[in-house]
Structures are given as C-alpha cells and as structure tokens.
C-alpha cells in the first residue's frame, strides 16, 4: 500500500482515484458501511425514487477543470434548481426577486422602484452599527421582507430565538431586482444522469483502489488505524480534525439536520423539489420532494407515489453527524490551534470539509482534492 484515505467522499475518492491513475496502491477506509459521504444517495426501496440520504445534493461548478474532471465519471441531467417558499398559506418564489417583491406588497414594481423602496426600508437601521441579528437583517432588506422571509427561517435553522442570535451570522442577504429566479449562477449544474452512487462507484471502481467499509480509524481493534498508520506511510484524513487530536483544543461546533421520509400515496405532493417555510408555527425548514429531481425519470417512477423528506435543523451534539460549522469565535481560535498540531503531523494530509472544518460544495471538494493531488502528492 502507498497511500491510506481516510474518509470516502469527494475529497477522498478523488485523491484515491488520481492516485490509482498514477499507479499508486490506495486503500480508502470509512466508517459508514458506504462509500460516497454525504453525496450518497439510493433508491427509496417500496418506490424505487432516488432518495439523498444525507439531505438533497445539486451539483453545479464554474470552475472548468473540475467540470471536465467530473465528466469522467458521469453524466449530467439539464435540471435546473429552483425553491420556492411558504409564508403564511402563500407560495412565493425564491431567493427573494422581484416577482416575490410584486406579490408580497402586490404591486408591479420596476426594478429600480423595487430597489428604491427595500432602499428607503432598509434606512430603519445601519449595517455598520446594528447591534444584533434583527437590525442587521433590518438594515439589509428592511423589516417586511426580513421579517418574513430571513428572520423565523435562520431562528429555526439555529434553534435560537431570533432576538439572541448575533448579527454576525449574516454579512449579506440575497434580492434580486429581476424575475431570476434561478437558484445557482455557475456556468453548469446538473444532476448525475444515473445517481449519485452509481458516480462515486466509478470513482473507486479502480485495480489500485481498495475500498474498506465499517472502519473507523480510530478503532485500534482494526490495523488500519491511526497509531499503526501515521508516520508509516502518506495519509489523507477527511475526519473531523478535532477528533483526530482527541479534542485535546475543544470540540469544534456544528449544525446538524434531522430528517422524516415519508412515502406518500400521491403522484405529486408539491410540485416541485423543494420548498421552504420560513415561519416560526412550521417546526421544519423544508420539505424535499425527490421525484421532482429527475423529471426525465417520469416514466420509470411510479405515478401514483411519491417521497417527501421533512428536514429540521439544529446544534449537533457529538453523537449527531456534523453538517455546517458554526464558525464561533471560540471555533475559529480552536481551529487555528488544530492547524498548528496537523502541521506537524508526519505525512498526514487533513482535506474535505470535516478535515478544514469548512463548508465545501462538491464541486469545492473534488476541486481542492485536485490541488492537493498536483500540487503535493503526486
Ligand atoms: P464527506 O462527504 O463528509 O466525507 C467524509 C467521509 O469521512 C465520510 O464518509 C465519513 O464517514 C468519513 N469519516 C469520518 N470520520 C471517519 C473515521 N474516523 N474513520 C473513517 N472514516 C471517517 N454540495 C453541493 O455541491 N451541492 C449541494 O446541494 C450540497 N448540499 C449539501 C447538503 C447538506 C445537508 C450537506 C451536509 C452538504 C451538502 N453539500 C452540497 C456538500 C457536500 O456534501 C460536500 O461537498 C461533500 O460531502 C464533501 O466531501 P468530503 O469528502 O469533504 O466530506
Ligand atoms: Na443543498
């Protein structure tokens, strides 16, 4: 073996998929008894629909080199992300554009009248000077807007009553002054024409690549793990980096989701993939429909079935799987203290979005992996 991955999703399978090009012997362990991370994704078993397991995944890049890259080993779908919202009994499209201005104050606002007046109520409060998370958001979007469609749905997505959250948790809140409402503005975006799964197997479907489920390499039962491996050979570890160090600088903080799946014995629950509701009497965030992602798949989904995912957010604890980092102060000072300690970690390279305890999009992942591989290991 030349190369132990710990961790195989997108930064690790691609590290080990360049690598075994290269001719290198990979092994790639997990702990879960799948590959593929959170990107995993599989068929609903009494519907067959494909189901994202951990929350819904939409692929889209700008940069070209991981486009072509990704290509490799899939094909993608034209789908086009698009969410809508539902704040008090009305649907309303997202992100906030001008056709969600028009018919929140029921109007035909120009753009520049639009941009004028979320001006004009905007003034109530300055960005620079706001004290907390309401007159910061006030100062951003003005009080309608923020209120209705900003402040209950970030309170929900932190647990915490909009009135003790810090204003440092938004720097922006996305308008848009036309009828766009496109969800993501990068060059391509897609869905993998035959899953996600069927994706990452091609990644590591490899003769150098040798694949290790249900090891967790801190298990020192198992011999790939961390005090027989480090120092012995190169090692990419895509773990939490707090783990990895015992905690010995603090645990990092979290988010985490809770989904419900349900199977439903309609054709069509919502009309469309996801949809949010952003009002503080709905306890989940949104609701997923998962047909609405392949609608080229409509002949071979059944017709009078559906699945719906409900998803709640909340703080993770260190049993719950860790989704988005919460970015404390007290993190970011943790998190400096853990880069010095991987500095001199003997050939163990710490990358993915649990290894730099950072939010990365797929396309982020695989494209820092890229880097890792051409820049310092091959
Ligand atoms: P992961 O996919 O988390 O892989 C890390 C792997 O390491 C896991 O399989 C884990 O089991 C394994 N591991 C951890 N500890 C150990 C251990 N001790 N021993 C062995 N194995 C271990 N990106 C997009 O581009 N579009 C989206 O729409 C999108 N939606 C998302 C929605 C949610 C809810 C979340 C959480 C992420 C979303 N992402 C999305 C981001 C995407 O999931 C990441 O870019 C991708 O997962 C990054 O891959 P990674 O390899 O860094 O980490
Ligand atoms: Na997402």
Avoid: C
């Amino acid at each position: 073996m030349d190369l132990l991955v710990v961790g195989s999703g997108f930064f690790g399978l691609t590290i080990a998929e360049r690598a075994a090009e290269a001719g290198r012997k990979v092994t790639v362990i997990d702990r879960r008894h799948h590959i593929g991370g959170n990107a995993y994704s599989e068929a609903e078993p009494e519907t067959g629909i494909e189901v994202h397991r951990y929350g819904a995944h939409l692929f889209h890049t700008s940069n070209a080199t991981v486009w072509e890259y990704v290509n490799r080993f899939t094909s993608f779908t034209n789908y086009v992300h698009r969410v809508y919202t539902t704040h008090k009994g009305t649907v309303f499209p997202m992100p906030v554009n001008l056709g969600t201005i028009n018919q929140f104050f029921q109007s035909a606002y120009t753009p520049d009248q639009a941009r004028a007046l979320v001006k004009e109520q905007a003034g109530e409060f300055d960005a620079k000077t706001a004290a907390n998370f309401e007159e910061k958001g006030i100062a951003l979007v003005g009080r309608p807007l923020f209120e209705a469609f900003f402040r209950d749905y970030t309170a929900k997505q932190w647990q915490t009553d909009p009135h003790k959250l810090s204003g440092d948790i938004i720097s922006r809140l996305p308008v848009r002054y036309t009828y766009d409402n496109r969800y993501f503005n990068d060059t391509w975006e897609g869905l993998p024409i035959d899953g996600y799964t069927a994706w990452i197997e091609r990644m590591a479907d490899h003769p150098n690549i040798d694949v290790k489920l249900d090891v967790d390499y801190f298990d020192e039962a198992q011999p790939l793990n961390k005090k027989a491996t480090v120092g012995q050979l190169p090692v990419v570890y895509t773990g939490p980096v707090d783990r990895y160090f015992d905690y010995t600088e603090g645990a990092l903080s979290w988010r985490t989701l809770d989904f419900e799946q349900e199977v439903l014995n309609v054709g069509d629950f919502q009309g469309t993939s996801v949809m949010n509701y952003p009002d503080m009497d709905v306890p989940y965030t949104r609701i997923h429909e998962f047909k609405h992602f392949h609608p080229e798949r409509k002949d071979i989904y059944e017709s009078d079935k559906t699945v719906i995912m409900r998803e709640f957010s909340r703080f993770a604890t260190r049993e719950d799987e860790p989704y988005y980092p919460v970015n404390t102060p007290t993190d970011r000072e943790g998190l400096l203290a853990y880069r010095e300690l991987a500095k001199g970690e003997k050939d163990v390279h710490f990358g993915g979005r649990l290894g730099t305890y950072q939010y990365l999009d797929m396309h982020m992942a695989i494209g820092s992996a890229l880097s890792l591989w051409n820049n310092t290991l091959s």
